[in-house]
């Protein structure tokens, strides 16, 4: 992934399944909410979305700081704003049991649907996106009711391609501390500086009603 740009507002920033989941000051980018279909209902508020910039190494693509917990809200102006950013998606991986009302698929303008599928494995405070036949891109998830300040933080540091080492090393030091025992290191084939490399671990739980 080789981008190097901030979306945020611009006042502040199982075994099949398993094989098609999932610098400089970033300038704002403004991308238009693309809830146009009836399902599901988008949140009108701007991705605030933070991506490394051009040449940038770490356990992460960028940062994500959604507004809440419910995906088929959140995941379309995601989805858009990655689009307008020269990413489009097909593919989109999340954890089971951090997500609720988790559609199978989400409409997106003059493009197929991004299919989306759910994981008790993967690390609750990231998600996969998969573009054709392009490298995944990983996002560092920020909890929705993490404080400004520390979300803003980790924003800024994915924008300058500082997010290395597990996710909750990342949010900790931030002050925006994810779910305890529900943190990961990042993929192994996205291990960065500070990490210890291992396989990451699987975790447990029940999907939950939704």
Known sequence: MTTGQMISPPDRADAARSDDDGGDAPSPLRVASSGTHPEPVADDREPRLSLVPPG???????????????????????VAALSAA???????????DVWT???????????????????????PHTVT???GDRPRIFLLVIPSDAAADAAEDVLRRAATGRL???????????????????SAPPP?????????????PAVSGQRRAR
């Open 56 to 78: 940038g190494h770490g356990s992460f693509d960028g940062a994500w700081w959604p507004h809440g917990g419910r995906l088929a809200r959140e995941a379309p102006a995601l």
């Open 86 to 96: 020269g990413h489009p998606i097909s593919r989109m991986s999340v954890n089971g």
């Open 101 to 123: 009302d988790i559609p199978d698929r989400l409409p997106q303008p003059g493009r197929p649907p991004v299919r989306i599928s759910w994981y008790h494995t993967l690390d």
């Open 129 to 131: 996106l998969t573009a």
């Open 164 to 182: 290395s080492g597990p996710s909750s090393q990342i949010l900790r030091h931030a002050g925006a501390a994810p779910l305890d025992g529900l």
């Open 188 to 200: 192994a084939d996205r291990v960065g500086p500070g990490t210890d490399g291992q396989p990451r």
